[in-house]
């Protein structure tokens, strides 16, 4: 199961872009990168995932550079309602789904 | 659309009690998994099933048990309630065994207070 590393708290404005960075290093061929949300008291929620390259759906994007090692989720012109845990996963379909430690993404007017 | 539904939302119990929680999944979900987290933490795996048979054990105390019946729904059983049990306990349910190829879809728990 490929380790994850996030930034533990990040801040950000209303209507900026906020591009929360994941590294794991030792991500497998098989493994695939995969972004939740959690509000306080609500349960997390997918938000995106990607193999390789970019991925773009109506909430984010997700940038997966060509070596894998890493991954960018990318929130275009955030909100207040965007504050929440990001969490980074990362594993292929026989691995155990694990939660590391969150970004915890504070957004101020 | 029908999501996760667990029972009950809040319970209180005190200490040495029995809890049950119980999860139904998203019709024609096939996988549930449960999660224990605490005030501040991040989600715990405990443990999951597939097809009615447990697939993955994670950090689940022995004092802890659950099952997925035939109807797919799933009870997380807990005996000898400790003050430490406190937290939200949560149910996710996907349509494949193992989903980092598939989102799990989360329900919105049970907050467990004991004391």
């Known amino acids: 199961l490929a380790k994850t590393t996030q930034p533990i708290s990040m801040d950000s404005y209303e209507g900026q872009e906020v591009n929360i960075t994941c590294s794991h290093n030792?991500?497998?061929?098989?493994?695939?990168i995969t972004w939740y949300q959690q509000f306080p008291s609500q349960g997390p929620r997918f938000i995106i995932q990607g193999y390789k390259t970019k991925v773009t759906n109506e909430v984010a994007s997700l940038f997966i550079p060509a070596d894998r090692k890493s991954s960018t989720l990318s929130l275009p012109r955030v909100s207040l309602s965007d504050t929440a845990v990001y969490y980074c996963l990362v594993g292929s379909r026989d691995d155990k789904i694990i939660f590391g430690k969150g970004t915890r993404l504070h957004i101020l007017p | 659309a029908a999501g996760v539904i667990q029972s009950p939302r809040h319970l209180i119990k005190e200490k040495r009690e029995t809890a049950t929680l119980k999860c139904y999944p998203i019709?024609?979900?096939?996988?549930v998994y449960w999660y224990q987290q605490g005030p501040g933490q991040d989600p715990q795996f405990l443990i999951s099933f597939y097809e009615k048979m447990q697939s993955d054990k994670g950090s689940i105390p022995d004092r802890f048990s659950a099952q997925q019946f035939s109807d797919y729904h799933s009870e997380l059983n807990m005996s000898s309630l400790e003050l430490g049990d406190s937290a939200l306990y949560f149910c996710?349910?996907?349509?494949?065994?193992?989903?980092?190829?598939?989102?799990?879809?989360f329900g919105n728990g049970t907050r467990l207070t004991v004391t």
């Open positions: 996710a349910s996907s349509n494949q065994r193992s989903s980092y190829n598939s989102p799990l879809h």
């Open positions: 019709p024609r979900h096939d996988t």
């Open positions: 030792n991500i497998a061929t098989n493994d695939y």
